[in-house]
């Protein structure tokens, strides 16, 4: 396990090792000292502080000016250097530029953007040649149990029949995991892999993870052991995608 996915003695930080454990395992061998690494929708930097702890330049581009400034204040308290920029998908080339990133970042955004594969085009554009994108989206089968399990059937059952490109309410789209392969198909990436991501952590009760000792750890074992099980990726709250 990397120190960064190590569970904490902090609830928070338990909770997050637990989610975000597969998606830092398969990202960071990906992040070279001095890379150039772009977190689109990089929201308040969590994930980028950990990548440019590693020695990358890191540009966080982003619409929400709260969110820019909460990154400024985390890469500050951490001694780290991160660009934050303001701007969006649709954008972007005009404040990045095109082959200027090495790494592309594109967690929990696609979800929300008006047209994923005009986004995943202009992401393509973007990478230098031979370059990774990590995508992480929302995965719909996993919302339907989600929303079963709350007790909200008629909203389950109204998304087991949404087709792919339906948006559900606020949480945007939502995508299984050969739509979105498709689409980066599509779009000219290479998939390399496909992992599930949180295919137990959200449905285990907080509560069980602070009483237990070492639950988090366990939990974040159970989930690596997962994610690539391709039996487990209707059932993962995220997918994540590697690609060239
Ligand atoms: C669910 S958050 C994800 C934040 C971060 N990437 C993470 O994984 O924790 C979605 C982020 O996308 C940003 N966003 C919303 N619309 C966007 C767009 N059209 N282009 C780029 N980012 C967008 C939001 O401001 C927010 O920070």
């Not at 702890?53 to 400024?72: C, K, Y």
């Not at 989206?137 to 007790?151: D, P």
């Not at 000219?188 to 952590?201: I, K, L, N, P, Q």
């Given at each position: 396990?990397?120190?960064?996915a190590?569970?904490?003695?902090?609830?928070?930080?338990?909770r997050?090792?637990?989610?975000?454990?597969?998606?830092?395992?398969?990202?960071?061998?990906?992040?070279a000292?001095?890379?150039?690494?772009?977190?689109?929708?990089?929201?308040?930097?969590?994930?980028?502080?950990?990548?440019a702890?590693?020695?990358?330049?890191?540009?966080?581009?982003?619409p929400?000016?709260?969110?820019?400034?909460?990154?400024?204040?985390?890469?500050?308290?951490?001694?780290?250097?991160?660009?934050?920029?303001?701007?969006?998908?649709?954008?972007?080339?005009?404040?990045?530029?095109?082959?200027?990133?090495?790494?592309?970042?594109?967690?929990?955004?696609?979800?929300v953007?008006?047209?994923?594969?005009?986004?995943?085009?202009?992401?393509?554009?973007?990478?230098?040649?031979?370059?990774?994108?990590?995508?992480?989206?929302?995965?719909?089968?996993?919302?339907?149990?989600?929303?079963?399990?709350?007790?909200?059937?008629?909203?389950?059952?109204?998304?087991?029949?949404?087709?792919?490109?339906?948006?559900?309410?606020?949480?945007?789209?939502?995508?299984?995991?050969?739509?979105?392969?498709?689409?980066?198909?599509?779009?000219?990436f290479?998939?390399?892999?496909?992992?599930?991501?949180?295919?137990f952590?959200?449905?285990?009760?907080?509560s069980?993870?602070?009483?237990?000792?070492?639950?988090?750890?366990?939990?974040?074992?159970?989930?690596?052991?997962?994610?690539?099980?391709?039996?487990?990726?209707?059932?993962a709250?995220?997918?994540?995608?590697?690609?060239?």
């Amino acid at each position: 396990m990397t120190d960064s996915a190590r569970p904490t003695d902090r609830p928070s930080e338990r909770r997050a090792a637990a989610r975000t454990s597969v998606v830092w395992d398969a990202v960071h061998p990906h992040v070279a000292p001095g890379a150039d690494v772009l977190d689109i929708g990089g929201g308040t930097g969590g994930f980028a502080v950990r990548v440019a702890r590693l020695g990358a330049r890191v540009t966080v581009v982003d619409p929400s000016p709260d969110a820019l400034a909460a990154l400024a204040r985390r890469a500050r308290e951490l001694a780290v250097d991160v660009s934050a920029q303001q701007g969006d998908l649709s954008t972007l080339l005009e404040v990045t530029g095109p082959d200027s990133a090495d790494l592309v970042l594109c967690h929990g955004v696609l979800e929300v953007v008006d047209d994923p594969a005009a986004a995943l085009a202009t992401l393509r554009r973007v990478l230098r040649p031979g370059g990774v994108l990590s995508l992480l989206v929302a995965q719909r089968h996993a919302a339907v149990v989600a929303r079963a399990m709350a007790g909200h059937f008629a909203q389950a059952l109204t998304l087991l029949d949404a087709g792919p490109g339906e948006r559900d309410g606020r949480a945007g789209h939502r995508f299984t995991a050969d739509e979105v392969t498709a689409l980066a198909q599509a779009a000219g990436f290479s998939v390399e892999t496909v992992h599930g991501v949180r295919v137990f952590a959200d449905l285990v009760p907080g509560s069980l993870l602070d009483l237990e000792p070492g639950a988090t750890s366990a939990l974040v074992d159970l989930e690596r052991a997962v994610s690539s099980r391709p039996e487990y990726l209707p059932l993962a709250a995220q997918l994540h995608l590697l690609a060239r």
